[in-house]
């Protein structure tokens, strides 16, 4: 369960179900197009049918220690290939020496494929997912594919706005998207996924 900007008031309710809050996730959103920079490398669109084990391990071993991200399989991606946003055009692929190096996953959001995109994202271009293998992080490849990834949502379309989401703790991820453009807006709608609280724990041994 994801609450936008959450308050007191949505903690205790949580507490009273029995919810806790789990982590954090800051939206960003910046204008398009960029047109002050563009991506210094070459990069490509994602082949569907066989690109899928490269790109399944760069993302499990680049979120490894993501709780959801970094658990992905081929029925995983597979689904997400059969939704009607997907577009191969804005899945970018960067390679290195021969190995996939990093990736920009980009969509655009329809409304005809989301009643709620109709009124809060009408045709808005979104980072969806983007990572660099760890073997070649530290280079400048994670602001490049962001980059990138703007440059091909201003040509499929998108609305004059981007959105990436990330988890506060991924401070990189915010420095790039951030550094991408004077004309930068930052919108900080923290939202906690909920889950079960701890359990109460009673003091052992037998009742007087």
Known sequence: MWVPKPGPIN?????AVGLRRGRDLVQMRRELPVTE???????RPFRTGEDELAWLEVNNRAFRDHPEQGSWDLATITEREHQPWFDPRGF?????DGRLAG???????????DLMNEV?????????VI??????????LGRQLV?????????RGSAPGCSMSTTTTRRLAISTFLSGSSTTTLIVPTSPTCRP????????GRRK
């Open 120 to 128: 809060l994202m009408h045709h808005l271009g979104e980072i969806y």
């Open 92 to 96: 970018l692929l960067h390679e290195r």
């Open 197 to 204: 609280a701890e359990p109460v724990r009673r003091p052992s």
């Open 37 to 43: 920079q563009s991506a210094a490398m070459s990069v």
């Open 103 to 113: 990736f920009c996953w980009t969509k655009v959001h329809e409304p005809e494929n």
């Open 11 to 15: 903690d205790a309710v949580a507490a």
């Open 147 to 155: 980059l990138a990834g703007l440059a091909s949502l201003s040509e």
């Open 131 to 140: 990572a660099v293998d760890p073997d070649f992080q530290g280079h400048g």
